[in-house]
């Protein structure tokens, strides 16, 4: 049986829910927003993902209609929303803090939007039973939010949320008050949320973990600017400039000049050393013979080993200076001759005793012609 893949932006014909247009933020003299254009379909779970003040908030912010942009135009569902305040727009938002009301139940929480709407009582109802029952917390339903954990606050905030049925939901660093593992299985609870309701999601986050585990589609934000929009995998495998490279996971660079050599390019990288050889270049990247470029390596993707290997295009010999030991991985740091440090990562599948390199060994690291993407040094 086929199995349905969900990329409605692959799609020509698919109108997208969210559209910004060339929208600029300024506050004052400083640009929060550059002139940026994109498109978030119905159904994704869309992440904005950055460091601190790379603008991703201001997005959500002027999606949520807390600011307006000082330049360009925001559509959802094809209509502009410049006119229209925060409470009219087809949008819910809900906050880090949760801001759940202290005096009111878990149950009265999740009423308190529709109550104000006056939806008839009846229905009002049926639709908190609903959310409780989505969200699990239907044994929960008289407490008060300072009678459960801070995993359940969570999933009274996001169920209050939903409540309303917007067409989209902005969640803004909603597990950040979380501890690791509750994060861990809360993002699974998110993402099953969100398939079960069919709502939107945009997430801002600054964790890229999380952003790699939860979204169809990841825009890697800084200063103002979309990097790269991808779904996480090409994010991670293909990423479109070192920043990218660098901002999600762990990365080696090698930087270089670069000269066309059969079906990819050498790289010479250090005096009197072999040249590397890629044939992976980054999104839209055709350097020219001579240009400055960076290779960007996973750790995962290079093998480490006591002799030479035979019939490998990249293997350069070094010494072993750190290695720290992850459990499930060992990351071996290898610094080759002329100073270059490259990791290695393999898996722990010996027991600790039975490991086959220790520190000051030297070896050799290597990696397919494929392993490594060529990208704008």
């Known amino acids: 049986m086929e199995q349905h893949v969900f990329a409605p932006w692959l799609n020509p014909d698919e109108k997208p829910l969210i559209q910004f247009k060339g929208v600029t933020k300024r506050f004052g003299d400083f640009t929060a927003i550059d002139n940026q254009t994109l498109d978030i379909y119905a159904k994704e779970f869309f992440a904005l993902l950055g460091p601190s003040g790379c603008g991703k908030t201001t997005m959500m912010r002027i999606l949520a209609g807390f600011e307006q942009p000082t330049e360009g135009q925001i559509l959802i569902g094809g209509k502009d929303m410049r006119a229209i305040p925060p409470n009219e727009r087809p949008v819910n938002m809900m906050f880090q803090s949760y801001a759940l009301f202290p005096h ?144 999600i996971g762990d990365v080696n660079i090698i930087q270089g000049t670069a000269l066309k050599a059969g079906d990819g ?52 010999k070094g010494r072993i200076i750190d290695i720290a030991y992850l459990g499930n991985l060992s990351t071996y740091h290898v610094e080759l001759e002329g100073g270059q440090m490259i990791k290695a990562q393999t898996a722990n599948t010996r027991r600790l005793s039975r490991r086959s390199y220790t520190w000051e060994d030297e070896v050799w690291v290597s990696w397919t012609d494929t392993a490594a993407v060529l990208l704008e040094g």
């Open 265 to 316: 390019y050498d790289i010479a990288w250090a005096e009197g050393r072999a040249p590397l050889h890629s044939k992976r270049e980054g999104d839209g990247f055709s350097p020219t013979n001579g240009a400055s470029v960076a290779l960007a390596i996973r750790p995962e993707k290079v093998s480490i080993s006591a002799e030479q290997p035979s019939g490998v295009t990249n293997a350069v």
């Open 104 to 247: 009111l139940t878990v149950w009265e929480n999740i009423a308190f939007g529709l109550k104000r709407e006056g939806i008839p009582k009846d229905q009002l109802n049926a639709r908190v039973e609903e959310m409780l029952r989505l969200t699990r917390l239907a044994k929960f339903a008289k407490r008060k939010p300072h009678q459960i954990s801070g995993g359940q606050r969570q999933r009274v905030a996001l169920a209050r949320s939903l409540a309303k049925a917007p067409k989209l939901l902005l969640l803004d660093e909603p597990l950040g008050a979380l501890d690791k593992k509750l994060r861990q299985e809360t993002q699974f609870e998110l993402m099953d949320i969100q398939e079960k309701t069919g709502t939107t999601f945009v997430i801002v986050t600054h964790d890229q973990e999380e952003a790699m585990t939860v979204a169809s589609r990841v825009a890697v934000m800084d200063e103002g600017r979309i990097i790269q929009v991808a779904t996480p995998a090409d994010i991670y495998e293909a990423p479109s400039s070192v920043y990218v490279a660098d901002f």
